[in-house]
């Protein structure tokens, strides 16, 4: 595998199974969702080492690679979340590897979750340190925790190049043809931002709405 590359003190894995899993993130994910995707494992392994916080890094790296590839042509599904999609690509990716069913449930719910906050950051390590590294990469959450110098190093190995304006079109195009899955998350504004004149279903209606008498 040759030497580690060690980016603001986080050693990058280079097992075979990253490898891999890294292979297919080029493959089948843009440029913007590999630098987004690298940023968030780095952002994430920081926070648990600043914290003292025992996480496997194999783990956390695989369910960051894989956290946005359920937006892909190549993964996503007609009918379920993307983040489910992304969860369940890993969950096949690590069965293949020999891992334990306990460490593949890990895996899934750190994807699956990592756009629910209130709920990610009370979980696992590996679910809550994803979830942080999203957000601190996607809404800047923790910004202000993240030395000046780790900063410059980690975007000088996975630059942003205009993430702010390209990332929600890139969201959206995920699940533009499956706008329904976005109900009850945080995906939903995607769709009211890009859709013109988008009406979200509304959980109260849902309510007044059903079949019941009382």
């Known amino acids: 595998m040759g030497t580690a590359k060690i980016i603001a003190g986080i050693k990058m894995p280079d097992s075979a199974m990253t490898s891999q899993a890294t292979e297919l993130l080029r493959e089948y994910g843009s440029e913007l969702l590999y630098n987004h ?5 780095l952002f994430a392994a920081l926070n648990g080492q600043q914290n003292n916080i025992q996480f496997d890094t194999e783990l956390l790296y695989v369910s960051a690679v894989f956290h946005d590839l359920g937006l892909t042509s190549h993964y996503r599904s007609e009918d ?10 890993a969950r096949d990716f690590l069965s293949g590897h020999g891992v334990s069913p306990q460490m593949l449930q890990l895996v899934w719910d750190a994807i699956a979750l990592h756009t ?3 709920i990610a950051e009370y979980k696992e390590p590996e679910v809550a340190l994803l979830n942080y590294g999203v957000a601190l990469d996607v809404v800047g959450k923790g910004y202000e925790k993240l030395l000046e110098s780790d900063r410059h190093e ?13 990332i929600i079109p890139t969201f959206f195009d995920g ?10 998350s945080i ?14 279903k509304d959980f109260c209606d849902s309510i007044l709405q ?4 009382d």
């Open 37 to 41: 995707s690298l940023r968030t494992f």
């Open 80 to 89: 379920k979340r993307f983040e489910v999609d992304g969860a369940n690509a």
């Open 116 to 118: 629910s906050p209130g």
């Open 154 to 166: 980690i975007l000088g190995q996975f630059p942003r190049d205009g993430f702010k304006k390209n």
């Open 175 to 184: 699940f533009k043809h499956k706008p329904h899955t976005t109900y009850g």
């Open 187 to 200: 995906n939903a504004d995607i769709c009211a931002c890009m859709i013109p004149g988008y009406q979200r």
């Open 210 to 213: 059903s079949p019941w008498l």
